[in-house]
């Protein structure tokens, strides 16, 4: 099973972009599909972006789609998720997520989950 851990977060202004990446460790990573989700105090953690195992396939939230792009490298086991023209709205600690199911990933129902990384997005 794959590991994972996400780099990336801080303060920003709106307006902004921020990359964050996600470094998969362990030999299967390019099997597994790759997502990035966000989550609020109170709120249920929400599917912001999705990559197929190819690199071909991409799902976006509706919110997100023309400022946040995800992509990854499988010869180095990366994922990354750019945000430009950032709100004070995706302000939200967000977490990679990996799954061999493409179902399962859409549904939140992910089985393998880094550790997170809070972004803060002020005025």
């Known amino acids: 099973q794959v590991q994972l851990v996400e780099s990336g977060g801080g303060l920003v202004q709106a307006g902004d972009s921020r990359r964050l990446s996600c470094v998969g460790h362990g030999d299967t990573f390019s099997d597994y599909n790759l997502g990035w989700f966000r989550q609020v105090p109170g709120k249920e953690r929400e599917l912001v972006a999705a990559?197929?195992?190819?690199?071909?396939?991409?799902h976006y939230e509706a919110s997100v789609n023309g400022r946040f792009f995800i992509s990854r490298d499988n010869v180095n086991k990366v994922g990354y998720l750019q945000m430009n023209s950032l709100k004070p709205e995706d302000t939200a600690v967000y977490y990679c997520a990996a799954d061999l199911n493409w179902g399962r990933m859409m549904t939140g129902a992910t089985r393998v989950w880094g550790q997170g990384t809070q972004v803060s997005v002020s005025l």
């Open positions: 990559i197929d195992w190819s690199g071909v396939g991409t």
